[in-house]
């Protein structure tokens, strides 16, 4: 048997299977990262076009940023490059409380 | 909303055309590559979105050739510049699994922790009264000789292996094995006086004094573990620091494993 927890969480096979099931999917990416990063480059975070998503780019502070960009990639079909810093506590920004910065690239599946 | 659909469909096929979006059979061969526990690169062009699934040993010309090679060795992933374009190469290597010999009492405490930890775990003992479902629910279980199950499943670089029998006949077999397939971590249960005893058996064999050296015994680092479940995190530890270890080695080519 398969290790069913781990195979079901991840992300990639997740976006396929969503894919599959005739569902639009967009793939975001972790791509670069400085300072205490939440999440390593590389992580991913997939989301369909209700706004479900799996996975994970940060540790749930800039997630909602993503979904909502995520869901306008998916019907504009290019792919968006985001920049997220520290939280501004003075702007209603999605930002990192830790400090760090990243980078996340958001492509449409098909 | 139909005028609108349409218009959707449309900017999707030009997208297509394009090739802005993730190729769905760059994903799906992708996922093949990661289900059969082989490393895969998914190149993206940053600046047009344009991906592309490199297997080990493909050949990629070039400086981005160089990066390639340069991303399997580390296991890390992260943007590359090349003659002022970027591209972002994730590395996808596969993830860890732990195989332990013996059904024993310390197996059954480290096999939720593993899986917790992301392990795919999996246990040989072929003495059935010690390898039962009861004692293992929702862990695959061979209870065959470690030479057969190994023999249609073999060991990798990227499995960590576990001798917990303290019976030669089951653990000896399995660290041959292992120390052949460059296992990235290789441990056995046991005192140092019951492993100076093992080294000499290993020996006999065709293995070298190095890859012998490899082997963590007595097995687990030293938290002055006693109780089985202890002793369980104290191997579970030093799998764990061996694979971040590891990633800083060089891969080892996947035709040179045994």
Redesign the interface.
Known sequence: ???S??QTLDP??I??DW?AGGRDVA?A?V??TWGSAPR???SHLVIDGAGNFEGSVSGGCVEGAVIAEAMDVI?????R?LEFGVADETAWQAGLSCGGRIKV?V???? | MAGWTVLRRAYQSLCRAARLTVDPYCLKKLNEERRNRRAAILITDLADGRDRVIKQGDPVAGLLGDAVRQAFLSGKSGVAEIEGRSFFLNVHVPPPRLVVVGAVHISQALAPMAKVAGFDMEIIDPRTAFATPDRFPDIKLHSEWPQDVLATRPLDPYTALAAVTHDPKIDDPALESALKSGCFYVGALGSRKTHARRVDRLRALDLTEEQIGTIHAPIGLDIGAASPAEIAIAVLAQVIQAFHARELQPLPQPGKTA
């Open positions: 048997m398969q290790n927890t781990e990639l096979t976006a396929e894919m793939i990416t791509v670069e390593p480059v590389g019907v504009q079909g290019r792919p490059m690239y492509e449409r599946l098909g």
